[in-house]
């Protein structure tokens, strides 16, 4: 939609700057229509980025956030959708047909790149995920204040305290029917773009809420900038492994259900993607 509208206002203005200097009738639109089309996608261009730093601008990071916002979750969807073709990824889905169509669950995903969160935002539209994050990110441009408005929580991964806190507050949200929870175990993006084993804590909110577990893979995402800024395509694979039932992960400890979910994430992607250092 975003991608529709900052292409086709560009062709409209061109082709009426054509009409403003006489039409067709004579050679002037083999200048005109380029140029008017070219201006006006700088233009237009620019008003969208100009629209989003006010939106940016219009969040307090301080202020509580205590419901998901329609407004910035309906922006979010669409700067998600435009940004997947606009870096030239070529996306191969598979198992999304298993996503629990009624009540929240909690998302577990391998970590790669920053483009992680927004592949999975842009599959998992209508599910209303809320991403538990570093602090650090906080800061980031836009994304820092619109990850505020769609109760995103901020893990700090060196205080055990904070960190639960912030499992407990993504407890409070799936009970209240506020939003979904999504989290990459393994903590950080690792150098060696493989999987690594994971901080268990997170698994908690599962078994604290008695909600699916969504396990998925992410493949190549860590090329896709490396890529796009050479206009090279990337293909990106997203695959939905299984979801385990309440009844599945009965009985089990904390870290008896995160090593399940490493093992099954770890089949999916294959030993040469799974890190042998841990």
Same mark, same amino acid.
């Given at each position: 939609?975003?991608?529709?509208?900052?292409?086709?206002?560009?062709?409209?203005?061109?082709?009426?700057?054509?009409?403003?200097?006489?039409?067709?009738?004579?050679?002037?639109?083999?200048?005109?229509?380029?140029?008017?089309?070219?201006?006006?996608?700088?233009?237009?261009?620019?008003?969208?980025?100009?629209?989003?730093?006010?939106?940016?601008?219009?969040?307090?990071?301080?202020?509580?956030?205590?419901?998901?916002?329609?407004?910035?979750?309906?922006?979010?969807?669409?700067?998600?959708?435009?940004?997947?073709?606009?870096?030239?990824?070529?996306?191969?889905?598979? *198992? &999304?047909?298993?996503? #629990?169509?009624?009540?929240?669950?909690? $998302? +577990?995903?391998?970590?790669?790149? %920053?483009?992680?969160?927004?592949?999975?935002?842009?599959?998992?539209?209508?599910?209303?995920?809320?991403?538990?994050?570093?602090?650090?990110?906080?800061?980031?441009?836009?994304?820092?204040?619109?990850?505020?408005?769609?109760?995103?929580?901020?893990?700090?991964?060196?205080?055990?305290?904070?960190?639960?806190?912030?499992?407990?507050?993504?407890?409070?949200?799936?009970?209240?029917?506020?939003?979904?929870?999504?989290?990459?175990?393994?903590?950080?993006?690792?150098?060696?773009?493989?999987?690594?084993?994971?901080?268990?804590?997170?698994?908690?909110?599962?078994?604290?809420?008695?909600?699916?577990?969504?396990?998925?893979?992410?493949?190549?995402?860590?090329?896709?900038?490396?890529? *796009? &800024?050479?206009?090279? #395509?990337?293909?990106?694979?997203?695959? $939905? +492994?299984?979801?385990?039932?309440? %009844?599945?992960?009965?009985?089990?400890?904390?870290?008896?259900?995160?090593?399940?979910?490493?093992?099954?994430?770890?089949?999916?992607?294959?030993?040469?993607?799974?890190?042998?250092?841990?």
């Amino acid at each position: 939609m975003l991608l529709g509208f900052l292409f086709s206002v560009p062709a409209v203005c061109a082709v009426i700057l054509c009409l403003c200097f006489g039409g067709f009738e004579s050679l002037a639109w083999l200048w005109l229509l380029p140029v008017g089309y070219i201006g006006s996608l700088i233009v237009t261009a620019g008003l969208i980025f100009l629209f989003v730093r006010i939106c940016e601008k219009a969040v307090d990071p301080n202020k509580p956030q205590e419901e998901d916002s329609k407004f910035y979750r309906f922006l979010v969807r669409l700067i998600a959708e435009a940004a997947i073709p606009i870096l030239s990824v070529r996306m191969h889905v598979s *198992g &999304l047909e298993k996503t #629990p169509k009624e009540g929240r669950f909690l $998302l +577990v995903c391998n970590h790669l790149n %920053e483009m992680d969160p927004v592949v999975l935002l842009h599959y998992f539209r209508d599910s209303q995920l809320a991403f538990i994050s570093k602090q650090e990110n906080q800061n980031m441009f836009v994304v820092g204040r619109f990850m505020h408005k769609l109760l995103c929580q901020l893990m700090n991964r060196e205080n055990d305290r904070e960190a639960l806190k912030t499992i407990l507050k993504c407890v409070e949200l799936i009970k209240e029917d506020k939003v979904s929870i999504a989290v990459f175990p393994e903590g950080y993006i690792k150098p060696d773009r493989k999987l690594h084993h994971f901080r268990h804590g997170v698994f908690k909110i599962a078994q604290k809420t008695k909600v699916p577990i969504v396990v998925c893979t992410l493949q190549n995402t860590q090329y896709v900038f490396h890529n *796009g &800024l050479r206009l090279k #395509p990337t293909d990106v694979h997203l695959h $939905l +492994v299984e979801v385990l039932q309440p %009844e599945d992960y009965e009985g089990m400890s904390t870290v008896e259900l995160g090593t399940k979910v490493y093992e099954m994430m770890a089949q999916d992607l294959g030993p040469e993607n799974v890190s042998s250092e841990e």
